[in-house]
């Protein structure tokens, strides 16, 4: 028997923000490289869908 994955409602109908809420949301972040990073992405992310910055992050 699999393991039902519990998701918010937030996240569905994109494959990026299922991913998104699967690896990261609501995990603490402990690398100071990845915290700057989220900080960065955070602040980047003013006036934008954060669908956007996710699915840009990579380039």
């Known amino acids: 028997m ?3 994955i519990v998701r918010c409602s ?3 109908g994109s494959d990026d923000y299922v991913a998104y809420h699967d690896r990261e949301w609501g995990r603490a972040v402990t690398d100071d490289t990845r ?3 989220k900080i960065c992405l955070e602040g980047f992310q ?3 869908a954060w669908i ?3 699915r840009k992050r990579d380039a």
Do not use: M, P, Q, R
């Open 35 to 37: 915290l700057f990073e």
């Open 10 to 12: 937030w996240c569905e």
């Open 52 to 54: 956007t910055v996710l």
């Open 2 to 4: 699999g393991k039902t």
């Open 46 to 48: 003013s006036g934008l």
